[in-house]
Protein backbone atom coordinates (compact mmCIF):
# COMPACT_ATOMS: atom_id res chain seq x y z
CA UNK A 1 0.00 0.00 0.00
CA UNK A 2 1.15 3.13 -1.33
CA UNK A 3 1.71 5.57 2.00
CA UNK A 4 -0.38 8.98 1.84
CA UNK A 5 1.99 11.79 1.36
CA UNK A 6 0.64 15.21 2.66
CA UNK A 7 0.67 17.78 0.26
CA UNK A 8 0.14 20.49 2.53
CA UNK A 9 -2.12 23.42 2.80
CA UNK A 10 -1.42 26.69 0.70
CA UNK A 11 0.96 28.69 2.79
CA UNK A 12 -1.48 32.12 1.73
CA UNK A 13 -4.00 31.68 4.19
CA UNK A 14 -7.97 31.64 2.55
CA UNK A 15 -6.85 31.69 -0.88
CA UNK A 16 -9.12 31.13 -3.67
CA UNK A 17 -6.94 32.39 -6.76
CA UNK A 18 -6.99 35.18 -8.98
CA UNK A 19 -10.08 34.03 -11.06
CA UNK A 20 -12.28 33.86 -7.99
CA UNK A 21 -12.37 38.17 -8.70
CA UNK A 22 -12.91 38.80 -12.02
CA UNK A 23 -16.63 38.09 -11.64
CA UNK A 24 -17.29 41.16 -9.44
CA UNK A 25 -13.77 42.90 -11.00
CA UNK A 26 -13.95 42.36 -14.13
CA UNK A 27 -12.18 45.37 -15.50
CA UNK A 28 -9.68 45.72 -12.37
CA UNK A 29 -9.03 41.81 -12.97
CA UNK A 30 -8.21 42.51 -16.81
CA UNK A 31 -6.05 45.13 -16.53
CA UNK A 32 -3.91 43.50 -13.99
CA UNK A 33 -3.84 40.55 -15.70
CA UNK A 34 -1.78 42.45 -18.28
CA UNK A 35 1.02 43.50 -16.06
CA UNK A 36 4.29 42.33 -15.04
CA UNK A 37 3.59 40.61 -11.77
CA UNK A 38 0.57 38.51 -13.67
CA UNK A 39 3.44 36.73 -16.04
CA UNK A 40 5.66 36.27 -12.92
CA UNK A 41 5.61 32.62 -13.38
CA UNK A 42 3.98 30.45 -15.94
CA UNK A 43 3.79 27.09 -18.31
CA UNK A 44 6.31 26.95 -20.87
CA UNK A 45 5.02 27.70 -24.85
CA UNK A 46 7.57 26.40 -26.63
CA UNK A 47 5.92 27.99 -30.07
CA UNK A 48 7.60 31.34 -28.19
CA UNK A 49 10.84 30.51 -26.36
CA UNK A 50 13.86 31.01 -28.64
CA UNK A 51 15.86 28.38 -29.97
CA UNK A 52 19.48 28.07 -29.25
CA UNK A 53 21.70 25.86 -31.56
CA UNK A 54 24.85 26.57 -29.96
CA UNK A 55 26.14 27.87 -26.88
CA UNK A 56 29.70 27.38 -25.82
CA UNK A 57 30.61 28.10 -22.01
CA UNK A 58 34.22 28.55 -21.48
CA UNK A 59 34.94 28.36 -18.52
CA UNK A 60 33.14 24.96 -17.95
CA UNK A 61 34.07 23.98 -21.35
CA UNK A 62 30.62 22.87 -21.29
CA UNK A 63 28.56 23.17 -24.95
CA UNK A 64 24.82 23.78 -24.59
CA UNK A 65 21.99 23.69 -26.99
CA UNK A 66 17.77 24.98 -26.26
CA UNK A 67 15.90 23.18 -28.98
CA UNK A 68 12.04 22.52 -29.62
CA UNK A 69 10.81 19.51 -29.83
CA UNK A 70 7.11 19.17 -30.67
CA UNK A 71 5.66 20.63 -27.98
CA UNK A 72 8.19 21.00 -26.10
CA UNK A 73 11.63 23.59 -25.64
CA UNK A 74 14.53 21.45 -24.25
CA UNK A 75 17.84 22.46 -22.55
CA UNK A 76 20.68 20.22 -23.68
CA UNK A 77 24.00 20.37 -22.69
CA UNK A 78 27.66 17.97 -22.87
CA UNK A 79 30.80 18.01 -21.36
CA UNK A 80 33.68 18.58 -23.30
CA UNK A 81 36.64 17.04 -21.36
CA UNK A 82 40.60 17.79 -21.08
CA UNK A 83 42.82 15.23 -22.74
CA UNK A 84 40.19 13.82 -25.08
CA UNK A 85 38.06 14.62 -28.05
CA UNK A 86 35.03 12.68 -25.94
CA UNK A 87 32.31 14.89 -25.69
CA UNK A 88 30.39 13.40 -22.26
CA UNK A 89 26.39 13.94 -22.49
CA UNK A 90 24.95 15.78 -19.47
CA UNK A 91 21.68 16.51 -19.58
CA UNK A 92 18.47 16.37 -21.65
CA UNK A 93 15.51 18.40 -19.87
CA UNK A 94 12.28 19.54 -20.88
CA UNK A 95 11.41 23.02 -19.74
CA UNK A 96 8.19 23.31 -17.49
CA UNK A 97 8.15 26.47 -16.35
CA UNK A 98 9.45 29.70 -17.35
CA UNK A 99 9.89 32.48 -14.12
CA UNK A 100 10.47 35.83 -14.61
CA UNK A 101 8.16 38.18 -17.20
CA UNK A 102 10.89 38.84 -19.49
CA UNK A 103 10.98 42.24 -18.66
CA UNK A 104 14.39 41.98 -17.18
CA UNK A 105 15.01 38.64 -18.40
CA UNK A 106 13.44 34.48 -18.07
CA UNK A 107 15.06 31.77 -16.29
CA UNK A 108 13.48 27.74 -17.16
CA UNK A 109 12.82 25.43 -14.58
CA UNK A 110 12.54 21.78 -15.05
CA UNK A 111 11.18 19.14 -12.98
CA UNK A 112 13.03 15.95 -11.66
CA UNK A 113 10.28 13.90 -9.75
CA UNK A 114 8.92 16.51 -7.06
CA UNK A 115 12.20 18.77 -7.69
CA UNK A 116 11.73 21.81 -9.30
CA UNK A 117 15.21 22.41 -10.61
CA UNK A 118 16.80 26.00 -12.45
CA UNK A 119 18.42 25.59 -16.08
CA UNK A 120 22.24 26.79 -16.18
CA UNK A 121 20.50 28.97 -19.84
CA UNK A 122 18.77 32.04 -18.76
CA UNK A 123 17.24 34.60 -21.63
CA UNK A 124 18.25 38.08 -21.49
CA UNK A 125 16.04 40.93 -22.48
CA UNK A 126 18.69 43.59 -23.12
CA UNK A 127 20.99 41.33 -24.88
CA UNK A 128 18.17 39.23 -26.61
CA UNK A 129 19.80 36.02 -26.25
CA UNK A 130 21.05 33.22 -23.84
CA UNK A 131 23.41 33.27 -21.63
CA UNK A 132 24.90 31.81 -18.01
CA UNK A 133 21.54 31.87 -15.08
CA UNK A 134 23.10 34.58 -12.43
CA UNK A 135 25.51 32.77 -10.29
CA UNK A 136 26.86 30.23 -12.89
CA UNK A 137 29.55 32.02 -15.03
CA UNK A 138 31.94 29.69 -13.18
CA UNK A 139 33.97 26.33 -14.13
CA UNK A 140 32.36 24.40 -11.19
CA UNK A 141 28.43 25.53 -11.75
CA UNK A 142 25.68 23.75 -10.64
CA UNK A 143 24.22 22.32 -13.77
CA UNK A 144 20.68 21.81 -13.38
CA UNK A 145 21.50 20.30 -9.70
CA UNK A 146 20.47 24.23 -7.92
CA UNK A 147 17.11 22.88 -6.85
CA UNK A 148 14.59 25.80 -6.64
CA UNK A 149 12.70 26.20 -3.20
CA UNK A 150 9.62 28.08 -1.89
CA UNK A 151 11.31 30.61 -0.51
CA UNK A 152 13.36 31.39 -4.46
CA UNK A 153 9.50 30.83 -5.59
CA UNK A 154 7.73 33.79 -3.08
CA UNK A 155 8.30 36.34 -5.38
CA UNK A 156 6.90 34.53 -8.65
CA UNK A 157 4.51 32.51 -7.76
CA UNK A 158 1.35 33.38 -6.24
CA UNK A 159 0.13 30.08 -4.25
CA UNK A 160 1.93 26.98 -3.20
CA UNK A 161 1.81 24.58 -0.41
CA UNK A 162 4.78 22.22 0.88
CA UNK A 163 4.71 18.54 0.89
CA UNK A 164 5.51 17.19 4.33
CA UNK A 165 6.29 20.88 5.38
CA UNK A 166 9.54 20.81 3.40
CA UNK A 167 10.59 24.01 1.52
CA UNK A 168 12.42 22.05 -1.25
CA UNK A 169 9.06 20.39 -2.38
CA UNK A 170 6.21 22.96 -3.18
CA UNK A 171 2.85 22.24 -5.01
CA UNK A 172 1.93 25.30 -7.08
CA UNK A 173 -1.84 26.46 -6.54
CA UNK A 174 -1.30 29.88 -8.41
CA UNK A 175 1.75 29.93 -10.57
CA UNK A 176 2.08 33.82 -11.37
CA UNK A 177 1.55 36.69 -8.57
CA UNK A 178 -1.93 37.19 -8.23
CA UNK A 179 -4.42 39.59 -6.79
CA UNK A 180 -3.95 38.09 -2.79
CA UNK A 181 -0.51 38.64 -2.34
CA UNK A 182 -1.67 42.50 -2.33
CA UNK A 183 -5.23 41.75 -0.25
CA UNK A 184 -4.85 38.83 1.21
CA UNK A 185 -6.62 36.01 1.25
CA UNK A 186 -9.63 36.17 -0.57
CA UNK A 187 -11.97 32.96 0.54
CA UNK A 188 -14.48 34.69 3.29
CA UNK A 189 -14.94 37.98 1.09
CA UNK A 190 -15.99 35.89 -2.39
CA UNK A 191 -18.16 33.56 0.10
CA UNK A 192 -19.64 36.67 1.52
CA UNK A 193 -20.32 38.77 -1.57
CA UNK A 194 -21.72 35.32 -3.05
CA UNK A 195 -24.42 35.25 -0.30
CA UNK A 196 -25.39 39.01 -0.60
CA UNK A 197 -25.43 38.74 -4.81
CA UNK A 198 -28.11 35.64 -4.24
CA UNK A 199 -30.32 38.20 -2.73
CA UNK A 200 -29.78 40.80 -5.14
CA UNK A 201 -29.77 41.44 -8.86
CA UNK A 202 -27.78 45.18 -8.71
CA UNK A 203 -24.60 45.20 -7.08
CA UNK A 204 -25.05 48.56 -5.54
CA UNK A 205 -27.62 47.08 -3.02
CA UNK A 206 -24.46 44.91 -1.82
CA UNK A 207 -24.72 45.87 2.19
CA UNK A 208 -21.89 48.27 2.35
CA UNK A 209 -21.67 47.61 6.38
CA UNK A 210 -20.54 43.97 6.15
CA UNK A 211 -16.89 43.16 6.97
CA UNK A 212 -15.70 42.24 3.44
CA UNK A 213 -12.50 41.47 4.77
CA UNK A 214 -9.91 42.21 2.01
CA UNK A 215 -7.28 44.48 2.49
CA UNK A 216 -7.56 47.80 0.50
CA UNK A 217 -3.50 49.01 0.62
CA UNK A 218 -4.80 52.65 0.04
CA UNK A 219 -6.16 52.93 3.34
CA UNK A 220 -3.24 51.39 5.06
CA UNK A 221 0.00 53.34 6.38
CA UNK A 222 2.83 54.04 4.55
CA UNK A 223 5.14 51.05 6.54
CA UNK A 224 2.03 48.44 5.50
CA UNK A 225 1.75 50.14 2.29
CA UNK A 226 5.57 49.27 1.28
CA UNK A 227 5.75 45.74 2.91
CA UNK A 228 2.96 44.74 0.03
CA UNK A 229 6.42 45.68 -2.54
CA UNK A 230 9.29 44.92 0.01
CA UNK A 231 8.02 41.39 0.03
CA UNK A 232 9.40 40.98 -3.16
CA UNK A 233 11.68 44.24 -3.73
CA UNK A 234 13.56 44.37 -0.75
CA UNK A 235 16.31 41.65 -0.31
CA UNK A 236 19.31 42.99 0.95
CA UNK A 237 22.39 40.73 1.12
CA UNK A 238 21.21 39.01 4.35
CA UNK A 239 17.66 38.02 4.93
CA UNK A 240 16.80 36.25 8.53
CA UNK A 241 13.30 35.91 10.22
CA UNK A 242 11.92 35.45 13.84
CA UNK A 243 11.00 32.55 16.17
CA UNK A 244 8.19 30.54 13.40
CA UNK A 245 8.17 32.76 10.85
CA UNK A 246 9.77 32.15 6.97
CA UNK A 247 8.74 33.97 3.33
CA UNK A 248 5.61 33.26 3.18
CA UNK A 249 4.37 34.11 6.86
CA UNK A 250 4.05 37.52 5.93
CA UNK A 251 0.07 38.97 5.02
CA UNK A 252 -0.85 41.65 3.48
CA UNK A 253 -1.99 44.64 5.86
CA UNK A 254 1.22 43.64 8.39
CA UNK A 255 4.26 45.72 8.88
CA UNK A 256 6.86 43.12 6.83
CA UNK A 257 9.48 44.14 10.01
CA UNK A 258 7.26 41.69 11.90
CA UNK A 259 8.74 38.64 10.53
CA UNK A 260 11.32 39.51 8.68
CA UNK A 261 14.73 41.56 9.01
CA UNK A 262 16.88 42.58 5.69
CA UNK A 263 20.22 43.87 5.98
CA UNK A 264 23.19 44.73 4.20
CA UNK A 265 26.67 43.77 4.69
CA UNK A 266 30.11 44.22 3.66
CA UNK A 267 32.95 46.65 3.67
CA UNK A 268 32.72 50.08 4.96
CA UNK A 269 32.85 51.82 1.42
CA UNK A 270 30.06 49.83 0.07
CA UNK A 271 26.49 52.08 -0.25
CA UNK A 272 23.35 51.03 1.31
CA UNK A 273 21.45 52.28 -2.19
CA UNK A 274 24.08 50.12 -4.07
CA UNK A 275 22.61 49.33 -7.32
CA UNK A 276 21.58 45.53 -6.82
CA UNK A 277 19.02 43.90 -9.03
CA UNK A 278 16.50 44.26 -6.10
CA UNK A 279 17.91 47.30 -4.13
CA UNK A 280 14.83 49.63 -5.16
CA UNK A 281 14.34 50.29 -1.62
CA UNK A 282 17.53 50.69 -0.02
CA UNK A 283 17.97 53.42 -3.08
CA UNK A 284 14.58 55.02 -2.36
CA UNK A 285 14.65 55.53 0.90
CA UNK A 286 18.17 57.20 0.84
CA UNK A 287 16.47 59.42 -1.66
CA UNK A 288 15.86 62.91 -0.53
CA UNK A 289 12.49 63.02 -2.00
CA UNK A 290 11.72 60.16 -0.06
CA UNK A 291 12.49 61.44 3.18
CA UNK A 292 11.10 65.16 2.80
CA UNK A 293 7.75 63.13 1.80
CA UNK A 294 5.34 62.00 4.21
CA UNK A 295 2.84 60.56 1.29
CA UNK A 296 5.88 58.88 -1.37
CA UNK A 297 6.05 55.42 -2.26
CA UNK A 298 5.94 52.55 -4.38
CA UNK A 299 3.04 53.11 -6.16
CA UNK A 300 3.26 56.98 -6.40
CA UNK A 301 4.80 56.13 -9.37
CA UNK A 302 3.90 52.27 -10.04
CA UNK A 303 0.36 51.54 -10.11
CA UNK A 304 -0.10 47.49 -10.01
CA UNK A 305 -3.20 47.10 -11.72
CA UNK A 306 -1.92 48.99 -14.87
CA UNK A 307 0.92 47.90 -17.29
CA UNK A 308 2.54 51.20 -18.65
CA UNK A 309 2.37 51.24 -22.22
CA UNK A 310 5.59 51.96 -23.96
CA UNK A 311 4.88 54.86 -25.79
CA UNK A 312 3.39 56.77 -23.05
CA UNK A 313 5.80 55.92 -20.59
CA UNK A 314 7.87 59.08 -20.39
CA UNK A 315 5.11 61.35 -20.37
CA UNK A 316 3.14 58.99 -17.43
CA UNK A 317 6.51 59.32 -15.87
CA UNK A 318 6.96 63.32 -15.96
CA UNK A 319 3.93 63.31 -14.59
CA UNK A 320 4.53 61.86 -11.64
CA UNK A 321 7.35 63.91 -10.85
CA UNK A 322 5.46 67.30 -11.99
CA UNK A 323 2.61 65.98 -8.68
CA UNK A 324 5.40 67.08 -6.52
CA UNK A 325 7.60 69.32 -8.70
CA UNK A 326 6.72 72.36 -10.50
CA UNK A 327 8.06 72.69 -14.23
CA UNK A 328 10.42 75.63 -13.29
CA UNK A 329 12.02 73.78 -10.52
CA UNK A 330 13.97 72.05 -12.70
CA UNK A 331 17.83 73.77 -12.59
CA UNK A 332 18.33 73.70 -16.55
CA UNK A 333 16.67 75.74 -19.68
CA UNK A 334 14.26 74.20 -21.32
CA UNK A 335 15.59 73.63 -24.58
CA UNK A 336 18.48 72.13 -22.95
CA UNK A 337 16.33 69.51 -21.39
CA UNK A 338 14.76 68.51 -25.02
CA UNK A 339 17.79 68.78 -26.68
CA UNK A 340 19.38 66.62 -24.04
CA UNK A 341 16.42 63.38 -23.17
CA UNK A 342 13.01 65.11 -24.69
CA UNK A 343 12.29 66.75 -21.38
CA UNK A 344 12.57 63.00 -19.62
CA UNK A 345 12.53 63.56 -15.99
CA UNK A 346 13.60 60.17 -15.07
CA UNK A 347 16.11 59.99 -17.56
CA UNK A 348 18.52 62.69 -15.98
CA UNK A 349 17.62 61.94 -11.87
CA UNK A 350 16.98 58.19 -11.81
CA UNK A 351 19.23 56.63 -14.78
CA UNK A 352 20.00 52.74 -15.40
CA UNK A 353 22.92 51.40 -13.73
CA UNK A 354 24.56 47.95 -14.43
CA UNK A 355 23.62 44.96 -11.52
CA UNK A 356 25.38 42.07 -10.08
CA UNK A 357 23.23 40.26 -13.02
CA UNK A 358 24.40 40.09 -15.77
CA UNK A 359 22.97 42.18 -19.19
CA UNK A 360 20.55 43.47 -16.64
CA UNK A 361 20.17 47.44 -15.43
CA UNK A 362 18.01 48.89 -13.49
CA UNK A 363 16.77 52.34 -12.70
CA UNK A 364 17.64 54.24 -9.87
CA UNK A 365 15.92 54.76 -7.19
CA UNK A 366 17.53 57.43 -5.15
CA UNK A 367 15.50 60.15 -7.67
CA UNK A 368 19.44 61.98 -7.35
CA UNK A 369 20.54 65.46 -8.88
CA UNK A 370 22.76 64.95 -11.59
CA UNK A 371 26.10 65.24 -10.81
CA UNK A 372 25.44 64.88 -6.77
CA UNK A 373 25.11 60.93 -6.90
CA UNK A 374 27.92 58.22 -6.52
CA UNK A 375 28.44 56.23 -9.09
CA UNK A 376 26.70 53.03 -8.23
CA UNK A 377 27.44 50.82 -11.39
CA UNK A 378 28.19 47.95 -9.84
CA UNK A 379 31.15 46.16 -11.51
CA UNK A 380 32.98 42.71 -10.19
CA UNK A 381 34.61 43.40 -7.27
CA UNK A 382 38.40 42.91 -7.22
CA UNK A 383 39.67 40.90 -4.79
CA UNK A 384 42.44 42.40 -3.21
CA UNK A 385 46.15 40.00 -2.06
CA UNK A 386 45.16 42.16 2.05
CA UNK A 387 43.39 40.27 3.95
CA UNK A 388 41.07 42.75 6.37
CA UNK A 389 41.18 42.23 10.14
CA UNK A 390 37.94 43.85 11.26
CA UNK A 391 34.43 42.87 10.92
CA UNK A 392 32.69 44.40 8.24
CA UNK A 393 29.83 47.09 8.54
CA UNK A 394 26.14 46.57 8.45
CA UNK A 395 22.95 48.11 7.61
CA UNK A 396 19.88 47.40 8.67
CA UNK A 397 17.34 47.93 5.59
CA UNK A 398 14.33 45.95 7.49
CA UNK A 399 14.35 46.41 11.20
CA UNK A 400 12.60 48.56 13.33
CA UNK A 401 14.30 47.04 16.72
CA UNK A 402 15.97 50.12 18.88
CA UNK A 403 19.16 50.93 17.46
CA UNK A 404 21.02 50.16 21.08
CA UNK A 405 18.74 47.27 22.76
CA UNK A 406 19.89 43.38 22.92
CA UNK A 407 17.03 42.39 19.51
CA UNK A 408 19.25 45.07 17.53
CA UNK A 409 22.62 43.66 18.60
CA UNK A 410 21.58 39.73 17.76
CA UNK A 411 19.97 40.83 14.66
CA UNK A 412 23.16 42.55 13.69
CA UNK A 413 25.82 40.19 14.74
CA UNK A 414 23.73 37.46 13.07
CA UNK A 415 23.41 38.69 9.77
CA UNK A 416 27.25 39.34 9.89
CA UNK A 417 27.89 35.82 10.69
CA UNK A 418 25.20 34.56 7.80
CA UNK A 419 27.35 37.12 5.18
CA UNK A 420 31.12 35.69 6.57
CA UNK A 421 29.36 31.60 6.58
CA UNK A 422 28.27 32.63 2.58
CA UNK A 423 31.64 33.51 1.89
CA UNK A 424 30.60 36.92 0.28
CA UNK A 425 33.55 38.62 0.27
CA UNK A 426 36.87 36.63 0.30
CA UNK A 427 38.93 39.30 1.52
CA UNK A 428 37.24 38.60 4.87
CA UNK A 429 38.31 35.21 4.79
CA UNK A 430 40.33 34.56 7.51
CA UNK A 431 40.39 33.28 10.85
CA UNK A 432 40.93 36.85 12.85
CA UNK A 433 37.39 37.78 11.54
CA UNK A 434 35.74 34.79 11.80
CA UNK A 435 36.91 35.07 15.27
CA UNK A 436 35.79 38.19 16.31
CA UNK A 437 32.31 37.28 14.78
CA UNK A 438 32.05 34.35 16.75
CA UNK A 439 32.45 36.01 19.32
CA UNK A 440 30.12 38.74 18.48
CA UNK A 441 27.45 36.58 17.78
CA UNK A 442 28.37 34.16 21.08
CA UNK A 443 27.84 37.19 23.45
CA UNK A 444 24.42 38.64 21.80
CA UNK A 445 23.05 35.14 22.04
CA UNK A 446 24.18 35.00 25.98
CA UNK A 447 22.56 38.19 26.42
CA UNK A 448 19.29 37.20 24.54
CA UNK A 449 19.07 34.63 26.37
CA UNK A 450 18.77 36.21 29.68
CA UNK A 451 16.43 38.88 28.41
CA UNK A 452 12.96 39.77 28.99
CA UNK A 453 11.25 39.30 25.69
CA UNK A 454 9.26 42.37 24.23
CA UNK A 455 6.63 40.85 21.70
CA UNK A 456 6.42 44.06 19.98
CA UNK A 457 9.98 44.33 18.97
CA UNK A 458 11.18 41.73 16.45
CA UNK A 459 14.55 40.04 16.47
CA UNK A 460 16.22 36.80 14.65
CA UNK A 461 15.11 33.66 16.27
CA UNK A 462 17.80 32.19 18.55
CA UNK A 463 17.15 29.01 16.31
CA UNK A 464 18.75 30.87 13.57
CA UNK A 465 21.25 32.52 15.46
CA UNK A 466 22.77 29.47 16.94
CA UNK A 467 22.61 27.67 13.52
CA UNK A 468 24.97 30.66 12.18
CA UNK A 469 27.04 30.93 15.01
CA UNK A 470 27.68 27.12 14.63
CA UNK A 471 28.50 27.07 10.92
CA UNK A 472 30.75 30.08 11.22
CA UNK A 473 32.52 27.96 13.57
CA UNK A 474 32.72 24.88 11.11
CA UNK A 475 33.34 27.17 8.36
CA UNK A 476 36.88 29.38 10.26
CA UNK A 477 38.03 25.56 10.93
CA UNK A 478 38.81 25.36 7.00
CA UNK A 479 41.40 27.74 7.62
CA UNK A 480 45.05 26.73 7.54
CA UNK A 481 45.47 24.52 10.73
CA UNK A 482 48.68 26.99 11.30
CA UNK A 483 46.16 29.31 12.22
CA UNK A 484 44.79 27.76 15.59
CA UNK A 485 46.35 25.02 18.35
CA UNK A 486 44.74 21.54 18.64
CA UNK A 487 43.27 22.22 21.68
CA UNK A 488 41.16 25.56 20.14
CA UNK A 489 39.99 23.71 16.87
CA UNK A 490 38.74 20.73 19.93
CA UNK A 491 37.08 23.13 21.74
CA UNK A 492 35.48 25.22 18.50
CA UNK A 493 34.39 21.94 16.63
CA UNK A 494 32.77 21.23 20.28
CA UNK A 495 31.12 24.30 20.77
CA UNK A 496 29.70 23.71 17.05
CA UNK A 497 28.49 20.38 17.49
CA UNK A 498 26.79 20.90 20.45
CA UNK A 499 25.20 23.79 19.37
CA UNK A 500 23.62 22.39 16.28
CA UNK A 501 23.03 19.28 18.24
CA UNK A 502 20.60 21.93 20.47
CA UNK A 503 18.99 22.97 16.80
CA UNK A 504 18.33 19.38 15.81
CA UNK A 505 16.53 19.35 19.20
CA UNK A 506 14.45 22.28 18.42
CA UNK A 507 13.38 21.88 15.26
CA UNK A 508 10.99 19.35 14.40
CA UNK A 509 10.05 20.87 10.62
CA UNK A 510 12.65 19.95 8.16
CA UNK A 511 13.87 23.72 7.98
CA UNK A 512 17.18 25.43 6.52
CA UNK A 513 18.23 25.25 9.98
CA UNK A 514 17.71 21.89 10.39
CA UNK A 515 18.87 20.80 7.49
CA UNK A 516 21.91 22.34 7.73
CA UNK A 517 22.49 21.00 11.80
CA UNK A 518 22.12 17.73 10.08
CA UNK A 519 25.05 17.79 7.86
CA UNK A 520 27.12 19.43 10.16
CA UNK A 521 26.31 16.81 12.57
CA UNK A 522 26.82 14.01 10.11
CA UNK A 523 30.32 15.54 8.54
CA UNK A 524 31.30 15.46 12.61
CA UNK A 525 30.31 12.05 13.27
CA UNK A 526 31.97 10.97 9.57
CA UNK A 527 35.49 12.59 10.73
CA UNK A 528 35.13 10.86 14.10
CA UNK A 529 34.58 7.70 12.54
CA UNK A 530 31.04 7.34 14.07
CA UNK A 531 30.57 5.81 10.71
CA UNK A 532 26.88 4.40 11.82
CA UNK A 533 26.06 7.42 13.44
CA UNK A 534 27.15 9.60 10.41
CA UNK A 535 25.00 6.90 7.86
CA UNK A 536 21.57 7.67 9.69
CA UNK A 537 21.89 11.08 10.06
CA UNK A 538 23.05 11.10 6.06
CA UNK A 539 20.22 8.86 5.49
CA UNK A 540 17.78 11.94 6.85
CA UNK A 541 19.69 14.50 4.72
CA UNK A 542 19.07 13.11 1.80
CA UNK A 543 15.37 12.37 2.49
CA UNK A 544 14.80 16.51 2.24
CA UNK A 545 17.03 17.59 0.05
CA UNK A 546 18.67 17.04 -3.70
CA UNK A 547 22.26 17.40 -3.09
CA UNK A 548 25.22 15.82 -4.96
CA UNK A 549 27.29 16.19 -1.71
CA UNK A 550 24.70 14.28 0.36
CA UNK A 551 24.67 11.37 -1.23
CA UNK A 552 28.38 10.94 -1.92
CA UNK A 553 29.01 11.23 1.88
CA UNK A 554 26.32 9.09 2.58
CA UNK A 555 28.33 6.23 -0.31
CA UNK A 556 31.02 7.37 1.88
CA UNK A 557 29.70 6.37 5.05
CA UNK A 558 28.32 3.32 3.38
CA UNK A 559 31.53 2.17 2.18
CA UNK A 560 33.06 2.36 5.76
CA UNK A 561 30.54 0.00 6.97
CA UNK A 562 31.44 -2.55 4.21
CA UNK A 563 27.75 -2.15 2.89
CA UNK A 564 28.86 -1.36 -0.72
CA UNK A 565 25.66 -1.80 -2.65
CA UNK A 566 24.12 0.75 -0.91
CA UNK A 567 27.11 2.79 -1.54
CA UNK A 568 27.40 2.36 -5.49
CA UNK A 569 23.72 3.22 -5.40
CA UNK A 570 24.65 6.73 -3.08
CA UNK A 571 27.58 7.65 -5.65
CA UNK A 572 25.37 6.49 -8.71
CA UNK A 573 22.75 8.92 -7.39
CA UNK A 574 25.05 11.44 -6.83
CA UNK A 575 26.04 12.02 -10.27
CA UNK A 576 23.03 11.33 -11.51
CA UNK A 577 21.81 14.87 -9.78
CA UNK A 578 25.53 15.98 -10.91
CA UNK A 579 26.83 14.45 -13.90
CA UNK A 580 30.30 17.05 -13.44
CA UNK A 581 30.53 15.85 -9.58
CA UNK A 582 34.13 14.40 -9.66
CA UNK A 583 34.40 12.81 -6.28
CA UNK A 584 31.78 10.25 -6.37
CA UNK A 585 33.53 8.92 -10.22
CA UNK A 586 36.83 8.08 -8.10
CA UNK A 587 34.82 6.47 -5.51
CA UNK A 588 32.99 4.31 -7.76
CA UNK A 589 36.65 3.68 -9.46
CA UNK A 590 37.49 2.47 -5.83
CA UNK A 591 34.41 0.13 -5.45
CA UNK A 592 34.82 -1.27 -9.05
CA UNK A 593 39.05 -1.62 -8.67
CA UNK A 594 39.09 -5.60 -8.04
CA UNK A 595 36.17 -6.91 -9.68
CA UNK A 596 36.05 -4.85 -12.58
CA UNK A 597 39.24 -3.16 -13.66
CA UNK A 598 38.26 -1.81 -16.84
CA UNK A 599 35.05 0.24 -15.49
CA UNK A 600 37.45 1.34 -12.81
CA UNK A 601 39.88 3.00 -14.74
CA UNK A 602 37.16 4.73 -16.73
CA UNK A 603 35.65 6.67 -13.69
CA UNK A 604 38.99 7.44 -12.42
CA UNK A 605 40.25 9.08 -15.65
CA UNK A 606 36.34 10.64 -15.85
CA UNK A 607 37.18 12.08 -12.42
CA UNK A 608 40.67 13.19 -12.89
CA UNK A 609 39.26 15.15 -16.04
CA UNK A 610 36.69 16.67 -14.47
CA UNK A 611 38.67 17.65 -11.85
CA UNK A 612 41.15 19.78 -14.47
CA UNK A 613 38.01 21.02 -15.56
CA UNK A 614 37.01 23.14 -12.65
CA UNK A 615 39.92 24.01 -11.51
CA UNK A 616 39.94 26.00 -14.39
CA UNK A 617 42.24 23.78 -16.65
CA UNK A 618 39.86 22.48 -19.34
CA UNK A 619 42.00 23.01 -21.95
CA UNK A 620 44.98 21.14 -20.62
CA UNK A 621 46.14 18.73 -23.61
CA UNK A 622 44.39 20.11 -26.17
CA UNK A 623 44.06 23.46 -28.25
CA UNK A 624 42.42 26.19 -26.70
CA UNK A 625 38.50 26.64 -28.11
Same mark, same amino acid.
Given at each position: ?25 ? #? ?38 ? !? ?8 ? /? ?66 ? &? ?14 ? #?? !????? %? ?8 ? $? ?20 ? /? ?45 ? /? ?66 ? #? ?24 ? %? ?177 ? #? ?33 ? $? ?30 ? /? ?12 ? &?????? &? ?8 ? %? ?8
Amino acid at each position: MTPKVDRGTAMLPDAVGSQACVACHP #SRAESFFETTHADSLRLVDAKVEPELQSFFHEPSSQRMKV !VRDREQIRHQ /SWQNLPQTDYVMPLSDHPVELVMGSGTFAKSYLIRDGDALLQAPLSHYTEQGEYDMSPGYDSPSHLGF &SRQVTDDCLFCHAGSL #SR !VEGNR %NVSVLHELAI $GCERCHGGGQHHVDLANQLTAH /STDVTDLDATHDWAIVHPDELGRDSMESLCAQCHLQGDVQMFVRGAD /SWSFHPGQDLAATRLVYNVGPPEKESGSATFVGHFGQMHASECYLGSESLTCVTCHDPHQRVDDANRE #SIHREHCLSCHGNLDCGEELNLRMTT %NENSCHQCHMPRSKTEVPHVSITDHRIAVPGEATDIEAPAEKVTETPVTQLPDVIALLDRSPVDSWQRELNEATAIAQWLWMGSNPRYDNTTVFDLAAQRLRSAIQTAETSKSDSNVAHVSLVEAKTRLASLLDRGLLFPAKDRSEADVKRLRKESQTLMQWVLSEEKQPTPELQVALE #SLANGAAADERHLEAYHLYQRLVKLRRNPSDHYNL $GLACGKLRRFGEAEQAFVESIRIQPTYPLPYA /SLARLYQTIDPRTA &SNYMQL &SQRLRLVQQG %NANVGRGSQ
